[in-house]
């Protein structure tokens, strides 16, 4: 962990590629809003990194503006091909995140050696939160909740979310 913890950075990100992903439908804030079931001043507060979502949400607006989940996390969202339609790999498929996160994060702890009591100092989330999120208790986890979980470990959320083997591994 090479940087302090600072919950509300993720939050911009997220915010900020919803934003883009939003223009570039041509759906106003209300109309996207009202599609989802969220609160209209939520989702503006959201999309300027001031506005804590659950999992289920941010998995219900990637579903709509029909992108990749994981590439919302993504600060190089705007920079890569994400607008790119004729590539498929940047649209919103359907896939249990919230499991992939918790694989690949345990998958980190195992192959940093990481402590149990080391992950709880670095955030001000409660270890019993985490601990139901790991032992799959907890469905619908904040957004910062799993920024916090992710600087524990040191690994983007992009990666955390994403679907990925590593070559270290026997398949």
């Known amino acids: 962990m090479d940087t302090e913890f600072i919950p509300t950075e993720i939050l911009l990100v ?9 223009e570039r ?3 106003t804030i209300s109309d996207l809003a009202a599609s989802i079931k969220f609160d209209r001043g939520c989702l503006s507060a959201l999309e300027y990194g001031e ?26 969202y705007i920079n890569n091909s994400a607008y790119d339609k004729s590539n498929r ?16 994060f345990k998958r980190e702890v195992r192959s940093r050696q990481i402590k149990q009591i080391e992950l709880y100092a670095a955030t ?8 139901r999120i790991i032992n799959r ?7 910062k909740t ?7 470990v040191d690994t983007d959320m992009y990666s955390l979310f994403s679907r990925t083997t590593r070559k ?4």
């Not at 896939?95 to 996160?101: A, G, I, R, S």
């Not at 799993?146 to 524990?152: D, F, R």
């Open 146 to 152: 799993l920024y916090a979980m992710s600087y524990m």
């Open 137 to 143: 208790k907890a469905f619908n986890p904040t957004i």
């Open 124 to 131: 001000d989330i409660r270890t019993e939160t985490i601990s």
């Open 14 to 22: 997220f915010g900020t590629n919803i934003r883009k992903s939003r």
């Open 51 to 76: 506005q804590n979502i659950e999992y289920i949400t941010a998995l219900n607006l990637a579903r709509k503006l029909d992108v990749s989940f994981p590439d919302l996390f993504s600060r190089n």
């Open 89 to 104: 790999s940047n649209v919103f498929k359907d896939d249990d995140y919230l499991l992939v996160f918790i694989e690949n």
């Open 168 to 171: 270290d591994e026997v398949i």
């Open 25 to 27: 439908l041509g759906y």
